[in-house]
């Protein structure tokens, strides 16, 4: 039996998919309106996100979601019957997903 790349883009999309149910309703809640309230200071807010730990986890808290979303659009796409282009658009999401993680962790790590 051949070996599949599946189980990998399947992690990437669960892991996605969890990042997007859990920590993003919180880091939305923070900053739209612990933030404002005055509930927590923005200078301990960029206190804390300018710390190398914070700022790993928020690349993967950018990073998953992507490969969750391309995953999704993939599989979208070909079940809407559009199966004879099934790989160039895997590179096309893959590659976008892969390319605005290295954006992010570019722009949040250096």
């Given at each position: 039996?051949?070996?599949?790349?599946?189980?990998?883009?399947?992690?990437?999309?669960s892991?996605?998919?969890?990042?997007a149910?859990f920590?993003?309703?919180?880091?939305?809640?923070?900053?739209?309106?612990?933030?404002?309230?005055?509930?927590?200071?923005?200078?301990?807010?960029?206190?804390?996100?300018?710390?190398?730990?914070?700022?790993?986890?928020?690349?993967?808290?950018?990073?998953?979601?992507?490969?969750?979303w391309?995953?999704?659009?993939?599989f979208?796409?070909?079940?809407?019957?559009?199966k004879?282009?099934?790989?160039?658009?895997?590179?096309?999401f893959?590659?976008?997903?892969?390319?605005?993680?290295?954006?992010?962790?570019?722009l949040?790590?250096?």
């Amino acid at each position: 039996m051949a070996r599949s790349n599946e189980p990998a883009f399947w992690s990437l999309f669960s892991a996605g998919g969890m990042v997007a149910a859990f920590l993003f309703p919180a880091a939305i809640f923070i900053t739209a309106y612990m933030v404002p309230a005055g509930k927590i200071e923005a200078d301990n807010l960029r206190m804390v996100m300018s710390h190398p730990i914070s700022r790993l986890l928020l690349v993967a808290m950018i990073s998953l979601p992507l490969f969750h979303w391309a995953h999704r659009f993939r599989f979208v796409l070909v079940d809407l019957g559009i199966k004879g282009f099934k790989l160039p658009i895997a590179i096309l999401f893959y590659g976008t997903a892969v390319g605005s993680t290295i954006c992010a962790a570019y722009l949040l790590l250096v």
